[in-house]
């Protein structure tokens, strides 16, 4: 079967949990990688400039000794500054894979949209916080965003061939996290290791917590929003323990599709690679039979952070970027055991509440509501 050539990858956050496994699927797929970046130059960047003699290297925020290793080792392949990861987004012709944690990934996210490239997302702030700018980016430059989460990614795979005028809602699934089933009084005194337990993904400390919330589901609606152009009436959320079924969507005949397989990234990553073509993947065939399949409501009392997500989302403009901004405060006060983990919610809400409403026209609107709403959370965590 002809397929059509891949373009050349841009992996930026490639250290990390996505980065890897992107790298991975490079090579199975046999698509060059023409550059790679981190924040660190640690020896993981080193290691994989090393074994790829092609391809380019940048550390944006490299030590002195993390620079003068990189430099002896890759010479002239490598560069250094976060302005240069910017700038291998947008060069023309590529996919940007973006796998940078935090805010820090939107400019390049921008970047990549503005140059006409395809970018496969990773990076979940670039949509939380800087919607309309990513919006106004992919109208400007013509770029192409697929989700490489793999709840996007199973709707993104649910809607292809289907008309938008087709779809009644959307569903995305979660885990329910590692307090699925607990009372209130139950998750008020938990401890930061039973938060970080979670009963199906190996994560990193926010994200952990985030899924432990349920944070991460609101998250992911506002994300669907805007990759999908749906009301945030028309996005629902269940709690599916399995983690089998990724997402759904239901059609106004009544007809639901879904889409099923091994919790594995590697899947999601390489679909945002192919679109829309398919090529052999990493796993075995799907045993079925092997699974029993479960859906419950989410406890909407338990995690009121699900319900914020929905109103800050409704709300538009730079309420996202608060709630963004708010909860990594709040998140790593509860990792440093400065506050409780039902105090999380509340250092989210006082912030929405106190940030003012505006709009969002540039990356350097983003860096200010994100500023400021980092420092009214961090008071809030501060008397909790």
């Known amino acids: 079967m002809d397929r059509p050539a891949l373009a050349p990858l841009v992996v930026l956050g490639a250290t990390g ?8 699927v490079a090579d199975r797929l046999g698509v060059q990688v023409l550059a790679v ?4 130059g640690s020896d993981d960047l080193l290691a994989i400039g090393r074994s790829r003699p092609d391809t380019l290297v940048v550390a944006a925020e490299p030590t002195g000794s993390e620079r003068t290793a990189l430099v002896e080792e890759l010479g002239d392949r490598v560069d250094f500054g976060p302005e240069r990861l910017v700038e291998l987004a947008g060069r023309p012709g590529v996919t940007v894979v973006n796998g940078v944690v935090g805010a820090a990934g939107l400019e390049a996210s ?21 919607g309309p700018v990513m919006e106004a980016a992919r109208r400007q430059g013509g770029g192409e965003l697929l989700p490489v989460d793999s709840e996007h990614s199973a709707i993104l795979q649910c809607l ?35 938060a970080l337990n979670h009963p199906t993904w ?30 945030y ?18 059609f106004v005949d009544g007809s639901v599709k879904a889409h099923l397989g091994e919790p594995d990234m590697r899947v999601p990553i390489q679909y945002a690679i192919t679109h829309p073509s ?64 039902s105090a999380i919610p509340r250092v989210v809400e006082g912030a929405l509440e106190r940030v003012p409403l505006r709009k969002l026209e540039s990356v350097a609107d983003v860096i200010a509501v994100d500023a400021e709403a980092r420092s009214v959370a961090s008071e809030l965590a501060g008397t909790c």
């Open 17 to 24: 949990s996505i980065g890897r496994q992107t790298l991975d």
């Open 278 to 341: 398919r090529h052999p993947g990493p796993l075995a065939p799907f045993p079925l039979t092997d699974h029993t399949l479960t859906f419950e409501a989410p406890d909407r009392a338990v995690f009121p952070l699900l319900d914020l997500g929905y109103e800050a989302g409704r709300r538009g403009q730079s309420a996202p970027a608060v709630l963004n901004a708010a909860d990594e405060i709040a998140v790593q006060a509860f990792l440093d055991g400065r506050i409780g983990f």
């Open 110 to 130: 921008v970047a990549a949209l503005r140059a006409g490239n395809r970018l496969a997302l990773a990076n979940k702030e670039s949509l939380v916080a800087g």
């Open 160 to 194: 292809t061939g289907e008309d938008a005028g087709s779809i009644r809602r959307l569903i995305l699934t979660a885990s329910g996290g590692p307090f699925r089933g607990r009372t209130a009084e139950e998750v008020e005194g938990v401890t930061v290791a039973d």
């Open 37 to 40: 970046a981190a924040r660190r």
């Open 202 to 231: 190996a994560m990193g400390p926010r994200i952990s917590i985030d899924s432990a919330t349920l944070m991460n589901k609101a998250f992911e609606v506002i994300e669907a929003h805007y990759l999908f152009g749906l009301s």
């Open 233 to 250: 009436d028309d996005i629902d959320v269940v709690v599916h323990p399995q983690s089998i079924v990724h997402s759904l969507v239901e």
